[in-house]
């Protein structure tokens, strides 16, 4: 399998394995271990399951799968016991035409993504808590065009890419959820 597409790639937190998606037909999330090379499907259905993320500190990953139709945030665990954290039974019906970039926190209890809403567009940042409960919007800034980030390793902090104002962003904001966002850098576009 070494000429089918492959993305992105994510490295586990102890560095000894590399995870991407691969273009098979349907995309799977494959596991390499940097040891030996040896290379093996981690979650392979005959759907797409792509964007894996690993936790920091826990054995345990999310991904985006169609397998039940519309796109799903599952999280898989060291036992391979995968379940749906997000759906989209989660906000309003008609509302969501994409979920794209999730981010497990640091201890795996949370989930960050970014929503692309059906009919506007909008991409907007939320967070879920993987006990369950309804998202909650990780910022308190509608207007803005929020783009997928990463955990401070405190787990205090979300960093992402915002479009302001016809500007590309660098934010912060706390993980509270509904938070004011700060700025970190702006480039001109």
Do not use: C
């Amino acid at each position: 399998s070494g000429t089918n597409p492959r993305y992105p790639l994510t490295a586990s937190p102890d560095g000894r394995k590399i995870l991407f998606s691969e273009n098979t037909g349907n995309y799977d999330v494959i596991s390499v271990d940097v040891s030996n090379a040896s290379v093996h499907p981690l979650i392979a259905t005959e759907r797409d399951e792509v964007m894996p993320a690993w936790a920091a500190r826990k054995p345990m990953l999310v991904y985006v799968t169609d397998r039940n139709g519309p796109q799903e945030i599952w999280l898989h665990t060291a036992d391979a016991a995968d379940r749906p954290v997000v759906t989209a039974r989660d906000f309003p019906p008609d509302t969501t035409q994409w979920l794209m970039g999730p981010a497990l926190s640091p201890e795996a209890d949370r989930v960050i993504y970014t929503k692309i809403d059906q009919g506007t567009g909008g991409n907007h940042l939320w967070i879920s808590a993987l006990s369950g409960g309804s998202p909650v919007p990780l910022t308190n800034n509608s207007k803005e065009t929020e783009y997928p980030g990463s955990w401070s390793p405190d787990g205090i902090w979300f960093v992402y890419l915002a479009y302001r104002d016809g500007v590309e962003t660098l934010m912060q904001v706390k993980t509270g959820g509904q938070a004011n966002p700060v700025v970190e850098s702006a480039e001109a576009s």
